[in-house]
Structures are given as C-alpha cells and as structure tokens.
C-alpha cells in the first residue's frame, strides 16, 4: 500500500501550486479522499474531500473559493489545485484515503511554502 504526495514547494503570495496524491497497491477508486495540512506550531486541519465517485467535495472555509479537489479515478490520483495562495496556507500538506469510517491511509506529507 502506497500514498504518496508530490507537488509542492515554494511560491510567493498570489501564486498557484497544483498537488497530487498518487495510490497504489489497494482500490484507491472505493476510497473517499481528504487533504489535511499542519502549519507550524498548528494541529492537523482537514482542508478539503471528495468522495470516492468524485461528485461530492467539501472544503475548509478557509480555502473555499480558492482551492478545488478532484479525482482522475484512471490514475489513481487526486490532485489539490491552490490558487491565490496566502502566507498562512504554509503547511505540510497531507493526503488520506478512507473507506468504511476503518480503513485509512496516509501520505508522508508535501511542503507548501507561501513566502515573498
């Protein structure tokens, strides 16, 4: 089993970042999958879901608007586009795969840095 996130890095204030997170190794299709993040000195908040279709999505008020969550179910990925990033988006941002309310997965985690 494998999550793995790739694409962040860092941008100035009013810039974009597009990430993904990529699945292997267990039917990432029949998964609901969340974006979490953890600023500095911060506990873990939940950014963004979609469910395992990808018709239904929810976001943090704090990203709605800016950010969009969306599924390619033939590459077993998801991606978070970030637009109009803020300083206080700087995080490590991280991917979860759920089933069933008891399976989950996570990622390692990506760094999003927002900085001029």
């Known amino acids: 089993v494998r999550v793995v996130e790739s694409g962040g890095g860092l941008v100035q204030p009013g810039e974009s970042l597009r990430l993904s997170c990529a699945a292997s190794?267990?039917?990432?299709?029949?998964?609901?999958v969340s974006w979490y993040r953890q600023g500095p000195g911060k506990e873990r908040e939940l950014v963004a879901t979609i469910n395992s279709a990808g018709g239904s999505t929810n976001y943090a008020d704090s990203v709605k608007g800016r950010f969009t969550i969306s599924r390619d179910i033939a590459k077993n990925t998801v991606y978070l586009q970030m637009n109009s990033l803020k300083p206080e988006d700087t995080a490590v941002y991280y991917c979860?795969?759920?089933?069933?309310?008891?399976?989950?997965?996570w990622g390692q985690g990506t760094q999003v840095t927002v900085s001029s």
């Open positions: 979860n795969a759920v089933r069933g309310g008891l399976l989950s997965y």
């Open positions: 190794g267990f039917t990432f299709s029949t998964y609901a």
